[in-house]
Each structure stands twice: as structure tokens, then as C-alpha cells.
């Protein structure tokens, strides 16, 4: 790949109407979308796209399962904006990226995935390795293809780039039969270019409704901005800054709106919901006035939705019609994209004193920093909560951390302190395990020059650690922590509270993740104390490949506060009374 | 209640899928779905009507029109429309009761469209209560229904109403991101 040569064919081929076999439309296509990484397992049905890579300037990278390449695909879009896009043969290769594209679509991530299928002449007579993929897939994409001319190949591909990255962005899937892939047609790249983007009527954003949030805002006396998301799909962090700060409105975030606002600014008050800082969600209960940007009042958000944020107007600003009024009804509602709305909005908001609110909100923190676990004493144990806080003071804050589903991804979100968007890739939406390791390779391919943590828990990392030998096939330094604590530990959280401690399929045995990596050829470590941590952490940074860091920390510690699901945003669970300090021991 | 959503699709391959599956989802039964031609080539109407909650009405517009094949929905809500049914119905007469059914399909202004020796076939155009009586009164009768068929409602707005179709249609391309005009005919967003 990427010889002088294939550059040059390819480019010609995007100015000068070609005849091309099918597969070669499929490169070809992909390399004028801007398309330099590709995610896939090779197999029958797809076999003639993968003799035709060889012609063309584009990466391919071997996963070990599809699902892999589903989240290296969207791992790569996370952390770079741009369009991921996995690849994988008909039947099981096809059905094995199906919680891939799940994940995307949950999260609203742009990827578009590539299937073969069996030839046009036999679809539908369950051939050997036929699925009904485009069946399958109909409710976790935003929309599929299902091709079996070649001279339709490279608009299905076109509109499905335009799909994925329009409005709120998305998965598409096409599906190419073998026969379109083995026939030819001109290709015309200019040609196939999609329809334009049809506007969704219901997205509009009237004068009158600007004004009437505007107004809103004016006399708002305990105003809460909600940041989700949107605020990093729609690169509206700028924006969103300057309504904070000429407002003077404290901002809460969703987890997946973690870095889309800056950690250290002193009107971030932190993350919201099941897991959110107790001011959080009170701040949210007593306001009188929620502006959410880019966030669907997820149900891990909102806890019971008949005691949500009862005295507060609402102003919702979100690109996806059918978002408004699903779960919380709002006031006023401008739907559009984030970015363009607050660029309407923000020539109405005038300066406000938010003094005494915020004054409010820094009082209600009472004695919660005392009870932290990062401010209390090394007692020789090790709690997630300090490898997450240790992490990111070591780094500066500066590396993208991908993480898995479980504890560690709550301890991370609270204790990881994100100033920038794309620097936070966590499956939310779906919650998927195993997301973790793929999205990591995905991320280090996207953004090559950056420092790219794994923090994974050890259920989670087992799910995918096949990846580890695509990580060394392909040369990435992509450092790995493992958080074991020998349990599925969200799960046992769970039956901790709610099913009297009964660890029914919870406790866990693990390889030593160690001697695993070791198989792989690749270094790492084992740490159990907090001093081991800190050598740790630098010598996995240090060194020239990735590195693992089994790191085992307390086994049954639970993430607090934490909201049971059904529970109002208030009813939380609190940090247990530990002994607090009389001086807190400070950040290291 | 009882909505009415007119939605116009791609005429291609699994548009049907597409909408059916997003009524599935939302695990709401649809009452009546009828499809064909439109005025517009390359896109079929159709006629779907459901039982929701009365908030569940601008939700389904909204997920209608995310659908990547669907381009317009309209919410008849309860705006004036003409709203009819088609029926075929067989039915077993012997000789004698005939002269009883034709009585009734003129009274019903149906229309009697196959006569054999044991059975008729009436084919009926009007409003769901009529198709309803008319059903009802031959079942009370001494003759026997031997095959129902109903097409479900097509319903089409009442007077000038010019479809949005007709304008999102006519917009220009380079405009289609642009914030639109407040429309007048689509029900509005809760503000
Ligand atoms: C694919 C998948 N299966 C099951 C779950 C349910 N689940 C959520 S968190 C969790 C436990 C995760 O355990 P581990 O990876 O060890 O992380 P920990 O919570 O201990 O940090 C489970 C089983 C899930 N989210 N995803
Ligand atoms: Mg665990």
C-alpha cells in the first residue's frame, strides 16, 4: 500500500471515468471519501475486494474478530472526527460486527461497514454463509445498502459516507453481492455523488423560540447548563464556552459529553446522573432553568423521569427531532446543529451575574472531598479510584483514554479530568464490554502521534483480548491498564445493593494478563501498590511498544454515588462514612 | 387515540420494512397501512394509522422522517380530510334472498360487481362506520359472509392544502441546510 504508484492511479481514477471491477469501485470510492485506514477480516464472500487492495493507497488493518474491527472503526472516528470503516465477509464475518455497529449507533458514531454477500443469483436461498445482513442490521444503522450491480456500488458508498457524518451521524452498512464485486462498470466518481443531504423538516430553529430562550436565560436566578455529546459531534465546545462564561452558568456533562468542556474551569461542576457528584445532581434538582446542548436526557441521567428537575424551564437544543420531548418535555426546543444554534443563541445572551448560584452549588460540596478516597491516606490499599487519578496526573491529562464498561469506566469518568474533546472514547449508549481494547487500536490508528491508554476491567479485557496480536501485527504502542479486581465488578456492585450480596456468577478467574502479554511479545507489569503504580505507569509510557499493567485493586469496592435505576436524581446512594481527614491529604 | 400519518417513500425494495419495523419498535400496533402510487414518480404514498398516546403523535413524524427513504410526513391530526375504505365482500345468497341484498346494497350505494348461482361479491366505498354497517346487517341477515376484504383507509387532506412535499421538493439544493421558513400547514414543535 501507499507506493507512489497506487497514489497516482488512484487519483486518477477520482478525475477520469474508469472501467474498474466492482471491488476496485470499492477502494477506489473509499480512497475519494478520504478513507486511509480500513478495519477487516478477510473471508469468501468478500475475497475479491481484498485482491483489489493491493492497487490502491489505503491501510488495511487484521483484526481477530469482527466485532474488533466494528470498534476500531468507531474508535477511530471518536478520536478523530472523520468517518470509520470496517470490513468484513458475508454470514458470521457479517453477523460478528453486528455489536460493533450497535455500539456506533447507540453513541451516534459515524462508521460505515463493508459486507460481502453471496452472489446476487442465490441471495435469499440460504447459501452457503448467508445472512440477511441488511435484515439484521435494519434497527442499529442509521440506514443500509444492499448492492448486487457493480455500477451501484459507488453511490451506495458515497451516500453512505454522506449518511453516516449528516445531522446526527451514524453507522451505515453496505452489502455488496460477489457478483458486483467480480463485474465492472465505469467509474465515475463525480458521478455517484450523493443526492444532497434532505433536510428534516421538523429541524428548524425559529426567531421567536431564540427569543423566548434568550429570555429564559435573562431571568433565570439557578440556571444549569446539561453538555452532552453533541457538544464534541458538533465542535460546538467553543460556543459552548462563551454562553457559560458570559452568563456565568455552571456546566454539568453527560459521560459521553466528558471533555467537551473543560475539567479545570471553574464553572464545570462535573458529571450528572447515576453516577455524578451528589452537587451534580442536586444542582440539577434545584434549578430553575436546564439548557441542554447536545444530550437526550438519557434515562442514566435523568433517574425517575416524574422527579426530574421538577422547578426548572427546560430549553432543549438538539440536532435529532425525535429527541425532543421523548423523556423530559422542555419549554423551548431549537433543533439544529449545536454549533449553529449557539451561534444564533449567543448574540441574545447578555452578561449575568451567576455569583450567588454558583456560591450555592461550591456550598452544597460540604464535606463530599473529605470523604474522596483519592484524599484519603495510602493505606497500603489500592483503590481504582487513585490508579484513575494517579493516570492522570502522570499524563498530564494529555492522552486519549479508551475505556471498557464496568466500575473502571465510572471511576475513570470521575476521577480522569478531561479538558479537551476526543481525549474520553467510551461506549455508553450500549454499555458494550469488550469495546475497550478495538477502540483503543482504533484511536492509536486515527491519531498516531498521541499517548493512547486502555483502561479496562478484567472481565471486559477478556471479551476482546484477541486484539492483542493486531496491536503487535500492527506495530501500535497503545499502553493497556488492566483494573482487576477479581469480580465483574459493576455486576457485583449491583447485587451488592439490590440482591443482598449474592456474587451468583460474578467472582471471576483470570489468565495472568501478564504472562498473556508475554505470549504476545509484549511487556508488562503486575502492581498492587500505589508506589508500584507510579513506576509503573512510567515505564509502560517510556517504553517503545505497547505495554500491560495488571494492576489489582480492591476487590469489593463499589463506585459512589451512585443513583439506583428508577430512583430520583436526589436518592442516591452516598460515599459510606469513612473516616474523613481533618486536612485532605491533597492531589499528589 | 387514533392517528393518521400520510408518509410519501422511495418506491425500492424494503421501504416497507423500514417504516413497519420503526411501528414494531415502538412496539405500536398498526391499525390500517395502505400503499401505491403517488402523483410523484418514483414515490408511493401511504397511509398508516395506529393507536398512540396523543403525545406519541410528534415522535413518530419525527422517527418517520429520519428514515433515509421517507421524504414527507404529514400528521392529519384533526385537520379536515376525506378518509374512505374500499371492501369487497362475498357473500352465499340463495335465490330467494337475493332481491334482500340488492335492496341493501342500494340503500348502502355499494355495488354488486360478481353474481354466480350461490354467491355475490359487493364491492363498497365510504367512511369505516358505513363499510361497518353494511358488514354488520348482512351477518344479522340469513345470508353468510364467505370472504371479507378491506383495503384500510387512505385519507387526504381536505381544500388548498398544498403537501410539503411539493416544496421541500422545490427547494434548491444549496439551500437545503439553510434554517427553513416557518411552516404554516406542519403542525408546529411544542414550544
Ligand atoms: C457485552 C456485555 N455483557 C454484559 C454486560 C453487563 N455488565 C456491565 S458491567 C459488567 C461487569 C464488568 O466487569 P469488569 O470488566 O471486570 O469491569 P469492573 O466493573 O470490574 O470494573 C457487566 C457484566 C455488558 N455491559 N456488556
Ligand atoms: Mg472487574
Known amino acids: 500500500m501507499g507506493t507512489h504508484a497506487t497514489t497516482q492511479a488512484a487519483n486518477a481514477h477520482l478525475t477520469t471515468p474508469t472501467r474498474l471491477t466492482g471491488a476496485e469501485i470499492v477502494w477506489a470510492t473509499l480512497y475519494g471519501e478520504g478513507v486511509t485506514d480500513v478495519f477487516g477480516y478477510p473471508g469468501g464472500a468478500i475475497l475479491p475486494v481484498y485482491d483489489a487492495l493491493r492497487k490502491f493507497p489505503i491501510h488495511h488493518t487484521l483484526v481477530r474478530h469482527e466485532q474488533g474491527a466494528a470498534h476500531m472503526a468507531d474508535g477511530y472516528a471518536r478520536a478523530s472526527g472523520k468517518v470509520g470503516v470496517a470490513m468484513a465477509t458475508s454470514g458470521p464475518g457479517a453477523t460478528n460486527l453486528v455489536t460493533g455497529i450497535a455500539t456506533a449507533m ?38 443500509n445498502f444492499l448492492v448486487s450491480r457493480p455500477e451501484d456500488i459507488a453511490p451506495a458508498i458515497r451516500h453512505a459516507f454522506q449518511i453516516a457524518r449528516s445531522a446526527r451521524p451514524g453507522p451505515v452498512l453496505v452489502d455488496i453481492t460477489k457478483d458486483a464485486q467480480q463485474g465492472t462498470a465505469i467509474f465515475d466518481f463525480a458521478a455517484a455523488a450523493p443526492p444532497p443531504h434532505r433536510p428534516h423538516p421538523m429541524r428548524r430553529v425559529e426567531v421567536s423560540a431564540l427569543d423566548q430562550a434568550a429570555e429564559l ?163 497500603g490499599h489500592l483503590y481504582a479510584a487513585h490508579v484513575m487519578h494517579d493516570l492522570w496526573h502522570i499524563t498530564g491529562g494529555d492522552a486519549i483514554i479508551v475505556t471498557d464498561v464496568g466500575q473502571h469506566q465510572m471511576w475513570e469518568a470521575q476521577y480522569f479530568h478531561h479538558e479537551r474533546p476526543r481525549t474520553l472514547i467510551t461506549s455508553g449508549g450500549l454499555g458494550t464490554m469488550g469495546f475497550g481494547l478495538p477502540a483503543a487500536i482504533g ?82 507489569r503486575t502492581v498492587r501498590t500505589r508506589t508500584e503504580l507510579d513506576q509503573a505507569v512510567a515505564v509502560a509510557r517510556a517504553a517503545k511498544g505497547a505495554f500491560l499493567l495488571n494492576i489489582h485493586v480492591e476487590k469489593e469496592d463499589a463506585v459512589y454515588p451512585m443513583i439506583p435505576a428508577g430512583n430520583a436524581l436526589h436518592e442516591m446512594i452516598r460515599r459510606p462514612g469513612k473516616k474523613p481527614l481533618d486536612k485532605p491529604a491533597g492531589n499528589k | 387515540m387514533l392517528h393518521t400519518f400520510i408518509a410519501y417513500v422511495d418506491d425500492k425494495p424494503g421501504v416497507l420494512t423500514r417504516v413497519a419495523s420503526l411501528f414494531r419498535r415502538l412496539n405500536i400496533n398498526i391499525t390500517s397501512l395502505t400503499v401505491g402510487r403517488s402523483e410523484r414518480d418514483g414515490l408511493s404514498r401511504m397511509t398508516i394509522v395506529c393507536e398512540a398516546s396523543a403525545e406519541a403523535g410528534h415522535r413518530i413524524r419525527a422517527s418517520l422522517f429520519k428514515l433515509e427513504n421517507v421524504v414527507d410526513v404529514d400528521d392529519i391530526a384533526q385537520a379536515p380530510n376525506v378518509t374512505r375504505e374500499l371492501a369487497l365482500i362475498k357473500v352465499a345468497v340463495t335465490k330467494e334472498l337475493r332481491s334482500q341484498i340488492f335492496e341493501l346494497v342500494e340503500v348502502f350505494r355499494a355495488r354488486i360487481v360478481d353474481l354466480t348461482a350461490e354467491s355475490l361479491m359487493i364491492e363498497m366505498t365510504g367512511v369505516e362506520s358505513k363499510i361497518e354497517g353494511l358488514i354488520e346487517i348482512l351477518r344479522a341477515s340469513d345470508c353468510c359472509i364467505l370472504e371479507l376484504c378491506r383495503s384500510g383507509k387512505m385519507t387526504m387532506r381536505r381544500s388548498h392544502h398544498v403537501s410539503s412535499v411539493v416544496r421541500a421538493m422545490s427547494v434548491p439544493a444549496n439551500e437545503s441546510e439553510e434554517p427553513r421558513p416557518v411552516d404554516e400547514d406542519a403542525p408546529a414543535l411544542p414550544q
Open chain 1, 443 to 524: 484511536a492509536k490508528t486515527a491519531c498516531p502521534d498521541k499517548e493512547v491508554w486502555v483502561i479496562a476491567g478484567d472481565g471486559g479485557f477478556q471479551m476482546t483480548a484477541a486484539e492483542l496480536a493486531t496491536i503487535v501485527q500492527e506495530g501500535l504502542k497503545v499502553n493497556i491498564a488492566i483494573v482487576n479486581n477479581g469480580y465483574l465488578g459493576m455486576v457485583r456492585q449491583w447485587q451488592e445493593f439490590f440482591y443482598e450480596r449474592n456474587y451468583e456468577a460474578t467472582p471471576l478467574v483470570s489468565p495472568d494478563f501478564v504472562k498473556l502479554a508475554d505470549a504476545h511479545g509484549l511487556p508488562g
Open chain 1, 106 to 143: 447507540l453513541d451516534s458514531i459515524p462508521i460505515v461497514c463493508i459486507t460481502g454477500n453471496v452472489s446476487s443469483k442465490v441471495l435469499g436461498t440460504d447459501a452457503f454463509q448467508e445472512v440477511d445482513i441488511t435484515g439484521i442490521t435494519l434497527p442499529v444503522t442509521k440506514h
Open chain 1, 217 to 379: 436565560i435573562r431571568n433565570a436566578q439557578r440556571p444549569v447548563i446539561l453538555a452532552g455529546h453533541g457538544v464534541i459531534e458538533s465542535g460546538a465546545g467553543e460556543q459552548l464556552l462563551s454562553l457559560a462564561e458570559r452568563a456565568q452558568i455552571p456546566v454539568a456533562l453527560t459521560l459521553l459529553g466528558l471533555g467537551g468542556f473543560p475539567a479545570s474551569h471553574s464553572l464545570n461542576i462535573g458529571m450528572m446522573g447515576m453516577h455524578g457528584e451528589s452537587w451534580v445532581n442536586h444542582a440539577i434538582q434545584d434549578a430553575d432553568l436546564l439548557i441542554a446542548c447536545g444530550m437526550r436526557f438519557d434515562d442514566r441521567v435523568t433517574g425517575a423521569t416524574a422527579t426530574y428537575a421538577l422547578k426548572a424551564k427546560k430549553i432543549h437544543i438538539e440536532v435529532d427531532p425525535s429527541e425532543i420531548n421523548k423523556n423530559i418535555k422542555v419549554d423551548v426546543a431549537l433543533v439544529g446543529d449545536l454549533a449553529q444554534v449557539l451561534d444564533q443563541l449567543l448574540p441574545r445572551v447578555a452578561t449575568r451575574n451567576g455569583a450567588a448560584w454558583l456560591k450555592t452549588i461550591e456550598a452544597s460540596k460540604g464535606a463530599v472531598a473529605v470523604h474522596d478516597i483519592k484524599n484519603l491516606p495510602d493505606s
